[in-house]
């Protein structure tokens, strides 16, 4: 699985695509892969606040719950609905997926994430151990 | 998101260990045990548990322990540390029981099986294994019988699912059409004479419990023919991820959940397979006391109204915010598609129809309490 190279990364497993001021946020694949079939999204209200390593919500499969944590800080525009009725469609599509659309507070935070090939070679060590 | 559990290099592992690996299962720490908890490659939880519900599924369960007792006075013995009454047994009958501390709370729930005219077999969970040998061999001294862990002896594999009796049929000499739920016989499996085949499971569906020999290379060997003569019955391997979900919608305990040290007989709700008017056994007269005093919890089956997955020890609380009782196991039921969970509640809430709320991050999330198991396999 490729790590779309407009993308930015997370080291907690979250991508942010930005677009001018705008940015949509979703989880990894690897994020999918390690939490296996994913049965339950919990994300915020659009006009939330979202801060910059701060928890904005949950994912959950089977087994585990996982907080979901914001890559960069912002204003919610819009949630994808659909992963409340379907978010199997994480599994299918990590990369596509997406969860929020945020309004970017400070695209500064952009530049502390990792680059699709650094974020590939971390997890790469982390799932390596 | 948060990080991923891993495994540490202490634990033990099954004979089928390298098999689960080559497989690509995801492995585990489950009571000290490295388990498969899914193979993401054969299809992930939700189909492995819909494998069982629909078709078959198979596991390693050689995690589980087992004890038999054997000698003139097995009978007074297994009926001295078990709640069930081992009377009853027919020689190749199996009950579902319980082993008690004189508190009337679990030591851990067993499948005792009739072997013989003497002969009994305890089978009992990973995470209890050496304090239930213990036990049953501290507390059975005074009888004249002998009492061995073998435990490590076998590979326990369970063939689960409408399909079991199917696939298995092909694999064994034994005739399965006539071994009912609950029996147990023995015979040649993948060529392997005088094996134990129990038509016993932990999935609320048929199926069967067949104990091998636990070396590696006969271990693979049944393995391997069990999931090739599966293809046409699409078998899957199932880990422990579908087995929980799968005992949760049968509403079938788990040690360190709905039944433990703390929690008595009634509380579980476990009464039918406890014989009060039976000799006298370990825990009786505790449970007579308790009986009277009545019950101050009892476990119910809720269903998740509002959007939200109740887990293992979230509160469940009043429409006030008051705490009235906590959650014992709880996820997604994947053949149901419900939120669902089973939790010790104080009686007055019990009554199903009763709404109450799982405190889930912070926030009441309704709930009701329904009837239970969640899930009755279909009469054939």
Same mark, same amino acid.
């Given at each position: ?11 907690? %497993? ?80 990590? %990369? ?32 390596? %151990? | ?61 050689? &995690? ?15 009926? &001295? ?23 009337? $709370? ?6 005792? &099986? ?18 239930? #040998? ?20 076998? $590979? ?25 739920? +609950? ?10 004479? @005088? ?53 949760? @919608? ?6 360190? &959940? ?22 006298? #056994?370990?825990?009786? @007269? ?27 020890? +979230? ?32 009686? @007055? ?32």
């Amino acid at each position: 699985m490729s790590y779309p190279s407009d993308f930015r990364y997370a080291k907690s %497993h979250e991508w942010v695509k930005p677009d001018g001021k705008s940015a949509t946020i979703g989880i990894t694949n690897y994020a999918q892969e390690s939490l296996g079939d994913i049965v339950f999204v919990d994300l915020p209200k659009v006009g939330s606040e979202i801060t910059a390593g701060k928890s904005f919500g949950s994912v959950e499969s089977v087994k585990a719950v996982s907080d979901l944590y914001a890559p960069v800080s912002g204003t919610v525009t819009a949630v994808n609905d659909e992963l409340a009725k379907s978010p199997e469609n994480i599994n299918k599509d990590a %990369h596509g997926a997406w969860m929020l659309k945020l309004d970017a507070k400070n695209p500064e935070e952009l530049k502390s994430l990792l680059s699709a090939a650094d974020y590939e070679k971390f997890v790469a060590e982390e799932g390596g %151990h | 998101m948060s990080a991923v559990e891993t495994t540490s290099p202490t634990l033990r592992k099954t004979a089928l260990n390298a098999v689960h690996r080559q497989m690509g299962a995801k492995m585990v720490d489950f009571n000290g045990w490295e388990m498969p908890v899914e193979y993401p490659s054969a299809g992930g939880i939700l189909a492995e548990h819909n494998a069982v519900r629909t078709g078959v599924g198979i596991f390693d369960v050689s &995690h589980m322990g087992d004890i038999r007792l054997q000698g003139p006075q097995a009978l007074n013995a297994v009926q &001295h540390i078990s709640m069930n009454d081992a009377a009853r047994l027919a020689i190749g009958q199996a009950q579902y029981s319980a082993l008690l501390y004189p508190q009337g $709370t679990f030591v851990d729930d067993v499948i005792v &099986h009739r072997l013989g005219d003497d002969e009994y077999l305890l089978v009992i969970n990973a995470g209890t294994r050496e304090k239930d #040998f213990s036990w049953v061999r501290d507390n059975t001294r005074e009888f004249d019988c002998k009492v061995e862990n073998l435990s490590d002896d076998f $590979t326990q594999i369970a063939i689960q699912g409408p399909r079991a009796v199917d696939l298995l049929q092909r694999l064994t000499n034994a005739n399965l059409a006539a071994i009912k739920f +609950y029996w147990v016989t023995s015979g040649t499996v993948c060529g392997l004479k @005088e094996i134990l085949i129990a038509r016993t499971g932990y999935t609320a569906e048929d199926g069967f419990e067949i104990y091998i020999p636990a070396d590696e290379q006969t271990s693979a060997m049944v393995w391997n023919k069990i999931l090739e003569a599966g293809k046409e019955f699409g078998a899957l391997p199932c880990g422990l991820g579908a087995r929980n979900t799968l005992r949760l @919608e049968g509403k079938l305990p788990l040690y360190g &959940h709905e039944i433990s040290d703390t929690i008595n007989v009634w509380e579980a709700g476990l009464d039918r397979f406890c014989k009060m008017e039976k000799s006298e #056994f370990i825990g009786c @007269e505790a449970l007579e006391k308790a009986k009277a005093a009545g019950l101050k919890r009892t476990l119910v089956g809720l269903e998740m109204v509002e959007r939200g997955i109740a887990r293992d020890g +979230y509160k469940v609380l009043d429409d006030g915010g008051r705490e009235i009782g906590y959650v014992t196991s709880g996820s997604y039921a994947p053949f149901l598609k419900k939120n669902i969970a089973l939790a010790y509640v104080r009686p @007055e809430f019990s009554n199903i129809g009763s709404t109450v709320k799982v405190e889930i991050r912070g926030q009441g999330v309704k709930a009701q309490v329904v009837p239970t198991p969640f899930y009755k396999r279909p009469k054939k």
